[in-house]
């Protein structure tokens, strides 16, 4: 049953990575289009969606070179406008209506941030995709999914990443690393976890947002976090 939490309200934070094929870059049609195949039916329930976008399939800080973390994070916010106006694009092939609102100004392709209108949008039914974070270097589009959920009052965040939920250590190198079904955000401050970054989760703490971490590549994932049915890792206070 959708909206079972009573959620009405929700930000969605995908990352860049998500989004990618099997090689880690661009874009795959078959992860937008699960994307999507989900966002129909949560929208259909009367759930306004607000979604921010990552940029890591395309760029991703600086690579290993020396350039100027300044210039490198303007990169990467222009990155997620790729990912943002491409998930627009397969959202409204299956007829929903969304609105991309960056951060920097491109009037040319999209519109610029504005809170009130973007509220708006939100209660008329549009998805609405926030792009180019929070559109200052040295924060990451963590920050701007936290930032975004306190501004227009979401109930909740939910993130979507390539792992299903928090651990306090990789499972990738460590196959004994814990998987935390419920964690509170000081502990995950305290203990260093990778979840998202300090910022985001100092600003979810401070704000009580609820977040809830987990794989977009397990089948409904997105309807089952906003079902309020058991998955990934729920953070909160």
């Not at 306004?48 to 800080?61: A, E, K, L, P, Y």
Request: charged letters at 20%.
């Amino acid at each position: 049953m959708i909206n079972g939490n009573n959620y009405k309200r929700v930000i969605i934070k995908l990352s860049g990575e998500a989004l990618a094929g099997d090689n880690g870059f661009g874009l795959d049609n078959s992860k937008l289009e699960n994307v999507v195949g989900q966002i129909g039916p949560i929208i259909n329930k009367g759930i306004q969606i607000g979604i921010i976008v990552g940029g890591g399939n395309f760029w991703r800080g600086r690579q290993g070179s020396n350039m100027d973390r300044t210039a490198a994070d303007h990169m990467g916010m222009l990155a997620t406008v790729i990912n943002a106006l491409a998930l627009q694009d397969a959202l409204e092939k299956h007829g929903i209506q969304t609105r991309v609102q960056t951060a920097l100004t491109i009037t040319r392709v999209a519109e610029p941030y504005i809170l009130r209108r973007a509220i708006r949008h939100l209660e008329k039914g549009r998805v609405v995709i926030f792009a180019c974070g929070t559109g200052n270097p040295y924060f990451s589009t963590d920050t701007g999914a936290a930032l975004r959920a306190a501004e227009v009052q979401a109930d909740v965040l939910l993130l979507a990443k390539n792992i299903d939920g928090v651990y306090d250590g990789d499972p990738k190198t460590n196959p004994q690393a814990k998987k935390y079904d419920n964690i509170k955000f000081i502990d995950v401050i305290k203990n260093g976890l990778k979840a998202m970054d300090t910022t985001a989760t100092s600003m979810c703490m401070e704000n009580n947002i609820p977040v809830i971490v987990f794989a977009l590549n397990e089948p409904d994932s997105i309807i089952k976090a906003v079902s309020g049915k058991k998955i990934g890792t729920l953070i909160n206070n």
